[in-house]
C-alpha cells in the first residue's frame, strides 16, 4: 500500500509540474499570437503591405509596443478621453511628428499685437455657451493629408471656407493642393505658415475648388492652367491675441479660426474619444481649425478642433480638447498661435 501511495503521490506532483509548464508555455506565446493575429488584421484594414520581412517585423514591433501603451493607458485612471489602435499604429512618434506635423513658426509675428491691427472681436460679448459650426453649414469634410507635412494648407483653407459661407451662404470645397504647389513662399509638404497662405490667397484673388485641382498629397508643379479662375477670396487676415483664450472665444464665436498647437504627441497620436487634457508642451508644431466649442455634462469646457488626419483619426476626424486651463497659453499652446482670414 506504501508503494501505490508514493507512486500515485509522484503522478500526481508530476502532472501538476506538466501542467504548469504547459500553461506558462502557452501563455506567453499566446498574448504574441494574439498581437501577432491582431496586427496582420490591422494590416488588412488599413492596406498596409511592407516592403519585405525584415521592414514586416520591424514594424510589428513599434505596433506591439504602441498597442502595449494603448491598452495600458485605457485600463488605467479614467481621465476623460480614451486612445485607440488607429493607422498610426506602426510609426514610432518621432516617425509620426515628421509625417504628420508641418506648420512653421513666423519669425516676424506680432505675437501681442494681432498683426499689429485692432482686433476685430474685442467687443464681442454675445458669445453663445456652446457653438458648432459644423451645424451652421461652415464646414466641409474631414480629409486626409496622408504623409505630406501640409497641415498649415488644410487649416487655412478651412479657415477661408468657413467665412465664405458665413459672407456668402455658399459653401464651397477649396484647392489644398493649389497652395502646396503654388505658394512659393512655403515649403509644401515639408512645411508652411497660415499667415502667408493667407496672404497668397489675398494676392491670386482666391482659390480654386478642390474638384478642379485635387489634392495629391505630394508636391507638384503649380498648374496655372487651372488656378486662373479663383471661386472665393478674402479680404485680409489678423492674428487672434496671442495667450488669450477669452480672445480666442470671442472669434471661434464668429468664424473658424486656424490654430498652431503642439499636436503630435503620443496623446495626439492616438487620440479616440473625450475631451483630451494630457500632457504636452508649447512647441507649436502642427496646424488644427478650430470650428466651435462646448461643455461636457460633467463641466469641462472644450474647444473643438478640425485636423487632416482622416475620419479614421479622433472622434470622427475631430478633437475635442479641454479649455480655460490654469496657463496662458492654453493647453498645448493652442491659444499662442492663431489667426483667421477677414472678408
Same mark, same amino acid.
Given at each position: 500500500m506504501a508503494k501505490q501511495y508514493q507512486f500515485s503521490f509522484l503522478t500526481s506532483a508530476t502532472l501538476l509540474v506538466i501542467i504548469i509548464s504547459v500553461s506558462e508555455t502557452l501563455c506567453r506565446p499566446l498574448g504574441e499570437e494574439h498581437l501577432l493575429k491582431q496586427h496582420e488584421e490591422w494590416m488588412v484594414i488599413h492596406g498596409h503591405v511592407y516592403k519585405d520581412a525584415a521592414e514586416k517585423a520591424k514594424r510589428y514591433e513599434i505596433f506591439k509596443e504602441n498597442v502595449k501603451h494603448i491598452n495600458a493607458f485605457n485600463n488605467g485612471k479614467d481621465v476623460g478621453y480614451k486612445l485607440a489602435v488607429n493607422k498610426f499604429a506602426d510609426l514610432t512618434n518621432a516617425e509620426f511628428h515628421a509625417s504628420h506635423a508641418g506648420?512653421?513658426?513666423?519669425?516676424?509675428?506680432?505675437?501681442?499685437?494681432?498683426?499689429?491691427?485692432?482686433?476685430?472681436?474685442?467687443?464681442?460679448?454675445? #458669445?453663445?455657451?456652446?457653438?458648432?459650426?459644423?451645424?451652421?453649414?461652415?464646414?466641409?469634410?474631414?480629409? *486626409?493629408?496622408?504623409?505630406? !507635412? %501640409?497641415?498649415?494648407?488644410?487649416?487655412?483653407?478651412?479657415?477661408?471656407?468657413?467665412?465664405?459661407? #458665413?459672407?456668402?451662404?455658399?459653401?464651397?470645397?477649396?484647392?489644398?493642393?493649389?497652395?502646396?504647389?503654388? *505658394?512659393?513662399?512655403?515649403? !509644401? %509638404?515639408?512645411?508652411?505658415?497660415?499667415?502667408r497662405a493667407f496672404e497668397f490667397i489675398i494676392s491670386k484673388g482666391g482659390l480654386t475648388t478642390e474638384a478642379d485641382y485635387p489634392y495629391q498629397a505630394d508636391d507638384g508643379t503649380c498648374n496655372t492652367a487651372v488656378t486662373e479662375n479663383p471661386v472665393d477670396s478674402?479680404?485680409?487676415?489678423?492674428?487672434?491675441?496671442?495667450?488669450?483664450?477669452?480672445?480666442?472665444?470671442?472669434?471661434?464665436?464668429?468664424?473658424?479660426?486656424?490654430?498652431?498647437i503642439e499636436g503630435t504627441g503620443f496623446g495626439f497620436q492616438f487620440y479616440s474619444s473625450g475631451v483630451f487634457s494630457g500632457s504636452c508642451g508649447t512647441n507649436i508644431d502642427h496646424s488644427v481649425t478650430a470650428v466651435g466649442y462646448g461643455k461636457t455634462s460633467g463641466?469641462?469646457?472644450?474647444?473643438?478642433?478640425?485636423?487632416?488626419?482622416g475620419t479614421g483619426w479622433g472622434e470622427r476626424g475631430y478633437m475635442r480638447i479641454q479649455r480655460d486651463m490654469n496657463s496662458k497659453a492654453g493647453l498645448c499652446g493652442l491659444a499662442m498661435e492663431n489667426s483667421f482670414p477677414t472678408a
Amino acid at each position: 500500500m506504501a508503494k501505490q501511495y508514493q507512486f500515485s503521490f509522484l503522478t500526481s506532483a508530476t502532472l501538476l509540474v506538466i501542467i504548469i509548464s504547459v500553461s506558462e508555455t502557452l501563455c506567453r506565446p499566446l498574448g504574441e499570437e494574439h498581437l501577432l493575429k491582431q496586427h496582420e488584421e490591422w494590416m488588412v484594414i488599413h492596406g498596409h503591405v511592407y516592403k519585405d520581412a525584415a521592414e514586416k517585423a520591424k514594424r510589428y514591433e513599434i505596433f506591439k509596443e504602441n498597442v502595449k501603451h494603448i491598452n495600458a493607458f485605457n485600463n488605467g485612471k479614467d481621465v476623460g478621453y480614451k486612445l485607440a489602435v488607429n493607422k498610426f499604429a506602426d510609426l514610432t512618434n518621432a516617425e509620426f511628428h515628421a509625417s504628420h506635423a508641418g506648420y512653421k513658426r513666423r519669425p516676424t509675428r506680432v505675437l501681442s499685437s494681432g498683426n499689429a491691427k485692432p482686433f476685430k472681436y474685442v467687443n464681442f460679448t454675445a #458669445i453663445p455657451p456652446v457653438l458648432d459650426w459644423r451645424t451652421r453649414k461652415a464646414v466641409t469634410s474631414v480629409k *486626409d493629408q496622408a504623409d505630406c !507635412g %501640409c497641415c498649415w494648407a488644410f487649416s487655412a483653407v478651412a479657415a477661408v471656407e468657413g467665412i465664405t459661407m #458665413i459672407k456668402k451662404e455658399k459653401l464651397v470645397p477649396l484647392s489644398v493642393q493649389e497652395l502646396v504647389d503654388c *505658394d512659393n513662399n512655403e515649403n !509644401g %509638404c515639408w512645411g508652411g505658415h497660415v499667415d502667408r497662405a493667407f496672404e497668397f490667397i489675398i494676392s491670386k484673388g482666391g482659390l480654386t475648388t478642390e474638384a478642379d485641382y485635387p489634392y495629391q498629397a505630394d508636391d507638384g508643379t503649380c498648374n496655372t492652367a487651372v488656378t486662373e479662375n479663383p471661386v472665393d477670396s478674402i479680404t485680409g487676415n489678423q492674428d487672434v491675441p496671442a495667450n488669450n483664450e477669452k480672445a480666442l472665444l470671442q472669434a471661434v464665436a464668429n468664424q473658424p479660426v486656424s490654430m498652431g498647437i503642439e499636436g503630435t504627441g503620443f496623446g495626439f497620436q492616438f487620440y479616440s474619444s473625450g475631451v483630451f487634457s494630457g500632457s504636452c508642451g508649447t512647441n507649436i508644431d502642427h496646424s488644427v481649425t478650430a470650428v466651435g466649442y462646448g461643455k461636457t455634462s460633467g463641466g469641462t469646457k472644450y474647444w473643438l478642433l478640425k485636423n487632416s488626419w482622416g475620419t479614421g483619426w479622433g472622434e470622427r476626424g475631430y478633437m475635442r480638447i479641454q479649455r480655460d486651463m490654469n496657463s496662458k497659453a492654453g493647453l498645448c499652446g493652442l491659444a499662442m498661435e492663431n489667426s483667421f482670414p477677414t472678408a
